[in-house]
């Protein structure tokens, strides 16, 4: 059974820093696409950034341009969403995602039709 769980949220004020975390459990030892994405109420989920597992190759939205990072400890099973410089339009539910297995002509990316396991989100508030 797979199981992703993110944590770290909380509330911040402008211009501070949230590590958020993601760890994963029973995927395939195999190739992954780990995304992170967010959410406020009314409006669509977008993507934010993700990390694929083969080379280690990361990719953000412009949303998270220049301000977040992604890492990943593998002896942890668990991937990190660093931001910096929040903003109160960062506000909302982030969630982080796994595409499992992803075949080598495959391509990570913010498509969420083709992440088949979520998290359950972790909420990131920033106050002005």
């Known amino acids: 059974q797979v199981r992703l769980v993110e944590s770290g949220g909380g509330s911040v004020q402008t211009g501070g820093s949230l590590r958020l975390s993601c760890t994963a459990s029973g995927l395939a030892n195999i190739r992954t696409c780990m995304g992170w994405f967010r959410q406020v109420p009314g409006r669509a989920r977008e993507g934010v950034g993700f990390?694929?597992?083969?080379?280690?190759?990361?990719h953000f939205a412009d949303v998270g341009k220049d301000r977040f990072t992604i890492s990943h400890d593998m002896a942890k099973r668990t991937m990190y969403l660093q931001m910096t410089n929040l903003k109160p339009e960062d506000t909302a539910t982030y969630y982080c995602?796994?595409?499992?297995?992803?075949?080598?002509?495959?391509?990570?990316?913010?498509?969420?039709?083709?992440?088949?396991?979520w998290g359950q989100g972790t909420q990131v508030t920033v106050s002005s």
């Open positions: 995602a796994a595409r499992n297995p992803l075949f080598n002509m495959d391509s990570c990316t913010f498509l969420q039709d083709l992440y088949n396991y």
């Open positions: 990390f694929d597992s083969v080379g280690g190759t990361t």
